[in-house]
Every structure is written in structure tokens, then in C-alpha cells.
């Protein structure tokens, strides 16, 4: 036998209680007991059953009197696979009452023997029934039509009769925390029970956990147990038991939605409230972290504030990491640093996606939060643009480029890379950025930023909903959903109402035609008389090559061109494969800043044989103001305020260098100015230069006293270049062992390999094919054959099969050349396509190949180091004093096959002195290359 203390989860019936225990891990206990020594009328449980009278009015008054209180308990025994037993309640002040006794009192149970092992006062219970028998009390009253059945609607409700109206019901089961089934009320006012509909309710905009069905017995094998069920989903029997303690068997309001989702299954969609308090279970539950929200059932409903409401209680449970949320993070973008962030809009890349610049200079690529834009085309893959990409795009960039804008991140997850592989778990991905991005007001020079109310700031993708440009996107859950979804929502129901652009159901006008004129040189020569006569061409900046190249496209022209600055040279970025200038990169980040998607005003002075138009670019005055407000380093000199010419700027910072020749009198004496005030401040190259000049000067003593080396001729590339293994060969040796043990990857047949990339080749040593290091020096059409220079012997290899090259590990490709590259000091020879450069380059093979050499660099020359070579084999040392043996360099000279470079006229050591007499020795004697007077070679620097 069983007793204890419990509380009244719910009534099933007018006799029987479903009771529930403290939790000590997990669900709490449960028991259904059947009260012994009375029956209530039998309650129909479905379609093949009907009511006896008075059924549900005793089922109503025991759940009335008892649902949800605390009772003590005792199980007299079981039969028919039920308990039955006794329940006391605490009705007021004095001792607890029998249920069953109470019931038999109003009438609403008669009294019968107890079930086998129960006990029970039969007396008392048959006394009490007897009394409410007399007094036609409960069942026992004699009234016409008070014992008249409910008509319940067991199936096939009619779900649309339902929507938009509000119905009281009372719940019966709890499926899961966001789905019940009810007894909805159809009755007149003065009978609300008489009709009944039995129907599942799904919770609007709340999704919790689902908890599976145990499996049927039938499926087990015969005589094993019944499978287990499977696992409930997490906190999915926690939510239940949430919803189960609070409207099991309790009247509730059902809001119904105006339409049925289809998300939910085809079952009815509604705002459930509890009839006494008022309270919304949805809201509980996310408060709670029981639940998530469901946007697409929520937006079914279409009630803006409770979407607030339940918006605001899971915002609540995720900021206070409840239940679900317990492994919340903030979306970020790593790094350390804040992740809603304020900086300036550098790039439009579609009508969704944008770059933004902090304030460190760190560009982001961003993505509007719950819109979609057209897309854009792409030439490479051939892929056409869908209708309207090209005037989203524009008018994104025409609203943010330029502008200070604020960044809120809103999610951020890895999306894998289009054409990246077969999806697997190492395929590559990026980091998908989604934000919300609203416009700032620009910073005045001198002063803080104002803040901007929240309410105040001009949302970018509103703006676009605005006009129809984006569509936007039915999140999945909330936390895909933008912060200002509702706005979106509504701004695109606006531009649908007056079927603006994606919404008017039309193609788009076509746009201007313009020619692309990069890389075509000769067609872009025809274009350039109608440039000049233009006094200026307008145009939108494209791309940034550097700080003083950009692209143009100018529609009123028809065509799109290079363009680069006449009066002033940034030095070059880096680029694919090839290392940038110094500062180089920090001149093109400078021009992505402040030109890049700007439109420009250029004025095209002329072109070079590349098909470059040269000229002077002038910023538009809105643009001018703000790259004169942007922050400057210390010292820089200010711009005039009437100066809207984008070389002021470049100088400005230090980011170019004048060439006052193509400048007008006017621009070269104030773009002068500017430069001798970087210059003077040490800003950008001036910079660079200053701590270049410190380092050499300080490096000189140190390179003058270098020691020299030893080593043997390996290639002699031209008269005044050759390779040179070091002696003894410890360096060639190594290389050598580790490429012995070399294996190409199964892979190798389908690489392709880009110019300058460090490769293993096979190359005929004349023992058979081996494989050796090299590095790519051109590729040929379709990478069918490649240009190789092996790294660790100095020769060239031209049409080098792709079958004979293979992609080389990093270990190998790592270790240093054994091979050095030795240029000859103050040695200038000519070409060795040229009969002189020819003549010379055998020279320089007859007089090194196969002996011993002697090397020592020569300092003072910043495009790479120079070495004097001398011939050491057969030769005794030199004395302590000094070596008179002539150097490799001043045979060559004076023999007359080379000469002494330009560079090398002022140069003061002793060997750039003895080469300069021994060079005007072999111009009086017609030597060599002096032989018809003065020489002037092809390639000649001019």
C-alpha cells in the first residue's frame, strides 16, 4: 500500500485524478488514481462512446474543486490494471475532507462497494448520497434538461471556420510544449459545454522540442521487451511538464490565426492564454528558454504586438543563457575587438553585399540581414545577371559608398565556397557576414561624432525594400531574423502595393552599351580623340590598381578605360604573384578610400602605347569635403578647401611623387608645395626612404667588411650574370639527398601551376630523368608546357611538358637555393640575342666555367647586391697587403665586351675606379663594342 502527499495535475473524469510528485531528477512521478467506494458517470474518450448523463458537470465540479491543490493520498489496490484508493483535501480551517465523500455529497457520485483490498466508509458515503438524493442535488436533480449530453466533435474540425476567431477551450493533452489538444467550446452563452469540437492547437510562433511516441510492443521480437523509446529532443519533456503543471484540464482562450500555416502540419495556429490570468504559455515558455521562435507560424498569425512580446521574452532567456540558450554566444567576427562596429562603406559588390572600412583600416565584407538582391552576373563563368541586379546595386551604391555608416552584426556562420569541392567536411568555406547596416551623419574635422538615436538612424536595406530592390527573406528561426524585420516586412509590402521595380512583374530599361576597352590597346586608341575633346569626362571609378591607376566607366562615352595620373606615380601594389613597392599598398588602400565606386570628373590629356589614358582626376565637391574631413597623420599638410584634384591628396600624404614636366604651372607649383611638406614631415614614401638611407648607412661598414667566398661557376645566364655553387657543396649536397626521396602526388597530373611558383621538374642529367627544384617563369597556352628556371643549378628550360611538372611540398620548397645568382659589379653587357651581349656572355664562360672563384659583394647598390669575381684556381694566395689579380669584371671591361653603367659613374670604391679607366683604355683602342665609336645598347635605361 501507498501514501503520501501530491498535487492534482489533472481530473479525467468525475472519479478519477491524475496526481503528480515533488521531482527529484528529471520529470516528476505520476499516478492515476480512481477514487474507491463511488462511480461518477462515464465520460465518452471518443467517437464510439457516448456520455451517460451528468458526466462532464461531475467531471467539471471534482476538476473545479480540486485541479491543481495539494491532497494526501493512500492506494488501497489495483485491478484492471487501474489503482484505486483515497485522496483527502483541505477544504478550510478544520481537518481534510474525503474526495470522494465531498463528491458523493453534491451529488455527483454514487456510492458502490470498494474495489478488492480498498477500504472506505461505505456508511458515510451511502448516508451522503442518500441526503443528495433527497435534496436533488448534482445528478440527482429532477430539472428538465439538466442531464442532457455534450455533442463532441471528435474529428475532421473545420479549421477555416476557426480562424480569426477567439474560442474558450479546455486543454485535454499535452503532446509536446507547443501542442495541445482541446475541447473547444461551441455552445450558446447560457450552454457553452453542449457543443464541443476536439482540436490540436499549435502554439503560435513557439517551436519546442518534440517528444517521440514510445514504439508499439508489436514491433519487439517475440518474448523480448518493448523497445525503448527514442530520446527526446533537449528540454522537450521539461516544456511539457512546464505547459502540463500550468492549463492540463484548465480552461484556456484560443486566439486562432486568420490563416492556416503550413508549417504547422495543417493544424490551426494560436495565441493561448490561460482564461483566468490571462497569461500567454508562448510567452512563458521562451522566458523560460523551454522554446524558441517559430517566425513563420508567427507571422501567420499577424498580430505585431504579441511578435514584440514573445521577441522580447526570448531575448530575455538568450541574454540570460536559459535552458536552450545555455551555449549562447553573441554572433562575432573575431579578432577581439567589437563586433558592431562604425566605419565608412569602401565597396558595393551587389545590391546586398557591401565592404566596409573601420576605423583601423581592416575591411569587412558585409551582408544585409533578411534581404536578397538580384545577382549579379559573372563574366568568367558565363553566368547572366538576373532583372534589376544592375540597378539594385546602383542604387546601393549611390546611398552608402562613401557615407559613415553603423554596423550591427547579427549572425555570422561559414557557407561554403562556390565550386569548392564535393561538400565534404574539409571543403572550404567562408565567413558569411550578416548585419544590419544604418546610415551615420559624416564626422566634422576637429569634433566627436554625434550619436544618433537608434529610432533615427536610416537603415540601408529599408531603404531598398523602399524601392523594391531587395526582396526580403522569411526567416527560419529568430536567429535569422534582421532586428528590424517588421520595418523590412513593411517597407516591401509598400513597394508591392504600388508594383515598383522586382514587384511591377516588367523587365527593366536596358542599360547604356559600353565598350571595355581593357587590354585592347589599339581599340582603345580610337576612343581617345573624343576623350580630349571633352573638358571633362564623367565617370564611376570600377576598380583600383594602385593609388595613381584606376578603372573608369563613363556611359556617356561608351566605353570603360584604365586610367592613370599624368603629374603624379604611386608606387605599385602587390599584386598576384609579384611583391608591391613600399608603400605601395597603402597608396591603393588610400585610392579604395576615397575613389573607389565614387563618380569623377577626368580630364584625358593623352595615352600610352598600352592603352592607358593619362590625365588629372578631380574629386565631385561631396566627395572632396569628405576626403578632406577624413583623418590625416600628424604633420600632413591640409588641402585648400576650393582643391578638389585627387593628386593634392596622394601628394598630401606622402602617397605619390610629382612630375611637375606634365603639370601645368599653376598645378606644379601648389602640388609642389604639398609634396615638400610630406616630404619635409616624412610621410609615406618620404618615410620609407628616410629609414632605407639610415639602414644602408648603417649596413655600409658592416658590407664593405664582409668576407669573401668561394665556389664554382654552375650557369652563365648572360655577360654579366651567373650562378655560382658555394665550395665546398654542403647546401647542393643536401638539396640533392632531399629530392632523391621525392614522390609526386597522385595529384599531380591535374595541377596547374601560376608563374613564380616553386615546382619540382624532371630534367635529363644524363643518367635518366630526376627530379629538381624549379620555379615557374611563364606558362604556356592552357598550361599544356611551361618556362622553367631550376633553382638549384641557375638554367633555363623552355617547353617543359606539364606531365614533367608536379606540385612541390613546403618542406622542400622552403630550403635556400643552391644556386646564387651573382651580378657582375659595374658590369653592363648587352643582351644575348645581340652579337656584342653574345660575345661577351662567351667571355664570361670561357673565363669562369670550371675553376675555382673567389667572391666579394659590393656595397651601395639598392636593386640587389653586385659581386667582384676573381679567378682563384692555379693562382697563389694573395699577400696580406693585397691581390693585384685582375677581377673577372675589369677583364671584361677592358677587353672591351662590357662597359661601366650609368649608375656606376659616381660610385668611389676602388673597383668602380679602376673599371672606369680601364674602359675609356678600351674606348680609345675601338675594343669590343667601342669599335664604331660610342655604343648605345637596345635595352639601355634611358
Do not use: I
Amino acid at each position: 500500500m501507498t501514501s503520501g502527499f501530491a498535487t492534482v495535475k489533472g481530473v479525467t473524469s468525475g472519479d478519477t485524478l491524475l496526481l503528480v510528485g515533488r521531482a527529484a531528477a528529471g520529470p516528476p512521478p505520476e499516478l492515476q488514481l480512481t477514487l474507491s467506494g463511488v462511480a461518477a458517470p462515464r465520460l465518452a474518450k471518443g467517437s464510439n462512446a457516448v456520455d451517460e448523463p451528468f458526466a462532464w458537470a461531475a467531471r467539471d465540479f471534482l476538476r473545479r474543486l480540486a485541479l491543481g491543490k495539494a491532497v494526501s493520498f493512500r492506494v488501497d489496490g489495483e485491478a484492471a490494471g487501474r489503482s484505486f484508493g483515497a485522496a483527502w483535501l483541505k477544504t478550510g480551517a478544520g481537518e481534510p475532507e474525503s474526495l470522494a465523500l465531498l463528491l458523493a455529497r453534491a451529488g455527483w457520485c454514487r456510492a458502490q462497494a470498494p474495489a478488492k483490498g480498498g477500504g472506505g466508509d461505505d456508511e458515510a458515503l451511502r448516508a451522503a448520497e442518500a441526503d443528495a438524493r433527497a435534496a436533488g442535488l448534482g445528478a440527482h436533480a429532477r430539472a428538465a434538461g439538466l442531464g442532457a449530453t455534450r455533442r463532441v466533435q471528435w474529428t475532421g474540425c473545420d479549421a477555416a471556420a476557426l480562424a480569426g476567431t477567439s474560442r474558450r477551450a479546455l486543454v485535454e493533452h499535452v503532446r509536446d510544449g507547443s501542442y495541445l489538444r482541446c475541447l473547444v467550446y461551441g455552445g450558446p452563452e447560457d450552454a457553452p459545454h453542449a457543443d464541443m469540437a476536439v482540436v490540436g492547437v499549435r502554439l503560435a510562433g513557439v517551436r519546442c522540442g518534440r517528444v517521440p511516441f514510445a514504439p508499439a510492443g508489436g514491433d519487439a521480437p517475440a518474448g523480448a521487451p518493448p523497445p525503448p523509446p527514442p530520446p527526446a529532443e533537449p528540454f522537450a519533456l521539461q516544456a511539457k511538464h512546464f505547459v502540463e503543471a500550468r492549463l492540463l484540464h484548465r480552461e484556456v482562450v484560443v486566439r486562432f490565426a486568420a490563416a492556416a500555416d503550413g508549417a504547422a502540419g495543417g493544424a490551426p495556429v494560436g495565441d493561448v492564454a490561460h482564461a483566468a490570468s490571462g497569461q500567454r504559455v508562448g510567452v512563458a515558455l521562451l522566458r523560460e528558454g523551454l522554446a524558441k521562435l517559430d517566425e513563420r507560424a508567427l507571422a501567420a498569425l499577424g498580430d505585431a504586438a504579441l511578435a514584440a512580446t514573445l521577441r522580447a521574452a526570448e531575448a530575455e532567456a538568450r541574454r540570460d543563457k536559459r535552458r536552450l540558450w545555455r551555449a549562447y554566444e553573441k554572433p562575432s567576427l573575431g579578432g577581439g575587438g567589437a563586433d558592431d562596429f562604425e566605419g565608412h562603406v569602401v565597396e558595393v559588390t551587389s545590391g546586398d553585399t557591401l565592404v566596409v572600412g573601420d576605423a583601423a583600416g581592416v575591411e569587412r565584407r558585409v551582408s544585409l540581414s533578411s534581404c536578397r538582391a538580384p545577382r549579379p552576373g559573372h563574366d568568367k563563368s558565363g553566368r547572366a545577371g538576373e532583372p534589376w541586379a544592375a540597378e539594385s546595386r546602383e542604387a546601393l551604391r549611390h546611398a552608402a559608398v562613401g557615407r559613415r555608416v553603423r554596423v550591427v552584426v547579427e549572425q555570422v556562420r561559414d557557407v561554403p565556397v562556390a565550386g569548392g569541392g564535393d561538400g565534404g567536411a574539409d571543403a572550404p568555406t567562408r565567413r558569411l557576414v550578416l548585419a544590419s547596416v544604418r546610415l551615420l551623419p559624416d564626422a566634422r574635422p576637429g569634433r566627436e561624432p554625434r550619436a544618433v538615436p537608434e529610432d533615427k538612424q536610416r537603415d540601408v536595406a529599408e531603404a531598398l525594400a523602399d524601392l523594391g530592390l531587395v526582396r526580403v527573406v522569411p526567416p527560419r528561426s529568430s536567429e535569422d531574423r534582421a532586428a528590424r524585420y517588421d520595418a523590412l516586412a513593411a517597407a516591401e509590402q509598400r513597394a508591392r502595393e504600388k508594383k515598383l521595380r522586382l514587384h511591377s512583374g516588367r523587365a527593366p530599361p536596358p542599360g547604356p552599351r559600353v565598350a571595355d576597352l581593357v587590354g585592347d590597346a589599339r581599340r582603345a586608341r580610337t576612343f581617345l580623340p573624343a576623350l580630349q575633346r571633352a573638358a571633362t569626362v564623367r565617370a564611376t571609378v570600377e576598380a583600383v590598381f594602385s593609388g595613381s591607376r584606376v578603372k573608369l566607366r563613363a556611359p556617356a562615352e561608351g566605353c570603360a578605360f584604365v586610367f592613370g595620373l599624368a603629374c603624379v606615380r604611386a608606387p605599385a601594389a602587390a599584386a598576384r604573384g609579384r611583391s608591391g613597392d613600399a608603400c605601395g599598398d597603402e597608396a591603393r588602400a588610400f585610392a579604395r578610400r576615397h575613389l573607389l565606386q565614387r563618380v569623377v570628373d577626368a580630364r584625358v590629356l593623352d595615352m600610352d602605347r598600352h592603352g592607358v589614358a593619362l590625365g588629372t582626376l578631380r574629386l565631385l565637391p561631396e566627395d572632396a569635403k569628405r576626403s578632406r574631413h577624413a583623418p590625416a597623420p600628424p604633420g600632413a599638410p591640409a588641402v585648400a578647401a576650393a582643391d578638389d584634384a585627387f593628386e593634392s591628396r596622394l601628394l598630401a600624404r606622402g602617397l605619390g611623387r610629382l612630375d611637375a614636366r606634365r603639370a601645368d604651372a599653376g598645378a606644379a607649383k601648389a602640388w609642389g608645395a604639398l609634396e615638400a611638406a610630406a616630404q619635409a614631415a616624412r610621410l609615406g614614401l618620404w618615410a620609407h626612404e628616410a629609414t632605407a638611407e639610415a639602414a644602408a648607412a648603417a649596413a655600409a661598414p658592416a658590407a664593405r667588411a664582409a668576407a669573401p667566398w668561394r665556389g664554382r661557376a654552375a650557369e652563365v645566364v648572360d655577360g654579366a650574370t651567373l650562378y655560382v655553387h658555394a665550395d665546398p657543396p654542403a647546401k647542393l649536397d643536401a638539396v640533392l639527398a632531399a629530392m632523391r626521396a621525392f614522390a609526386p602526388p597522385a595529384t599531380a597530373a591535374a595541377a596547374a601551376h601560376r608563374r613564380n611558383a616553386v615546382v619540382a621538374a624532371q630534367f635529363d642529367d644524363g643518367s635518366g630523368l630526376g627530379w629538381y627544384r624549379a620555379r615557374v617563369v611563364e606558362v604556356g597556352p592552357g598550361g599544356a608546357t611551361y618556362a622553367l628556371r631550376y633553382l638549384d643549378f641557375g638554367n633555363l628550360e623552355a617547353g617543359v611538358p606539364a606531365a614533367r611538372v608536379a606540385p612541390l611540398d613546403a618542406a622542400r620548397a622552403a630550403l635556400p637555393p643552391a644556386a646564387v645568382e651573382c651580378r657582375l659589379a659595374h658590369v653592363r653587357a648587352a643582351a644575348v640575342d645581340d652579337e656584342a651581349g653574345e660575345a661577351c656572355a662567351r667571355a664570361l664562360h670561357e673565363l669562369v666555367w670550371g675553376k675555382g672563384l673567389e667572391l666579394a659583394e659590393v656595397p651601395g647598390r639598392a636593386d640587389g647586391p653586385r659581386f667582384r669575381v676573381r679567378v682563384v684556381d692555379g693562382v697563389a694566395e694573395a699577400k696580406a697587403g693585397g691581390d693585384s689579380r685582375p677581377t673577372v669584371n675589369e677583364q671584361l671591361v677592358e677587353r672591351g665586351l662590357a662597359r661601366v653603367p650609368g649608375a656606376s659613374k659616381h660610385a668611389a670604391d676602388d673597383l668602380a675606379v679602376a673599371m672606369r679607366a680601364l674602359q675609356l683604355g678600351a674606348r680609345a683602342a675601338r675594343a669590343g663594342v667601342w669599335r664604331y665609336g660610342d655604343c648605345d645598347f637596345s635595352d639601355d635605361e634611358k
